[in-house]
Structures are given as structure tokens and as C-alpha cells.
């Protein structure tokens, strides 16, 4: 069964710094991109961050640029991301994503992604 497990969110105040974690199983995800998306309260699901299959190449959204860092552990199957100086906009559930084999570039197009977790809550309080 293929699958990626979030970890790590939780609550924290502005300024504030934390960790997420995505483990992945079920598959080789060394020939795949994986990337982080986040969906606020009543909005849409949007790109966050993404790394190449090999981890040499990493891409960013304009909000998030200079504050987070994206990573990847091939041996261990999971992929992090930093998230310092967090602001309350930067609440939303953060979800992990993979694409599919093969596919190691990364894209900020949801559909491009076939293997979802099931998202861990970040809440940053003014």
C-alpha cells in the first residue's frame, strides 16, 4: 500500500519556528518529486514547496521564500520541511505529496501528484 504519513505540526506563535515530517512507503520515492501544499479555512489547496527526485533542485512560493526549507532523506523514505519565522497566515493544514514514478521534476499543479497524506494542522496565534 503506497502512502505518505505527515508529522510534526501543531500550534506555535508568531516568530515561532517547526519541523514537519512526510514518510513515505509502499514504493520507491527516490524516482519521484515530492512537494508540501497547504489548504487554509475556506480556501483552496495551494503549492508550498517542492524537491526533485535526486534532491538537488528545490522550488518555492513567493510567501513562503526565505522562511522555509525543503528536504529529503532518500534512504529513509521521507521528506522534511523547516518552517521558521511563522507568520498567521501561514496556518493551514499542510499536506505532503508525491508524484509518480519516474515524474522527478517538480510542478505546483495538484493534479500532477498521485500519492496524498492526510495532512497534519499548523496554527500560528498572533
Known amino acids: 500500500q503506497v502512502q505518505l504519513v505527515e508529522s510534526g505540526g501543531g500550534l506555535v506563535q508568531s516568530g515561532g519556528s517547526l519541523s514537519l515530517s512526510c514518510a513515505a512507503s509502499g514504493r520507491t520515492f527516490r524516482w519521484s518529486a515530492m512537494a508540501w501544499f497547504r489548504q487554509a479555512p475556506g480556501k483552496g489547496r495551494e503549492f508550498v514547496s517542492g524537491?526533485?527526485?535526486?534532491?538537488?533542485?528545490?522550488s518555492y512560493s513567493d510567501s513562503v521564500k526565505g522562511r522555509f526549507t525543503i528536504s529529503r532523506d532518500n534512504a529513509k523514505n521521507t521528506v522534511y520541511l523547516q518552517m521558521n519565522s511563522l507568520k498567521p497566515e501561514d496556518t493551514a493544514v499542510y499536506y505532503c505529496a508525491a508524484r509518480p514514478v519516474g515524474y522527478s521534476s517538480v510542478v505546483v499543479t495538484i493534479a500532477e501528484y498521485d500519492v496524498w497524506g492526510q495532512g497534519t494542522q499548523v496554527t500560528v496565534s498572533s
Open positions: 524537491i526533485t527526485g535526486s534532491g538537488g533542485s528545490t
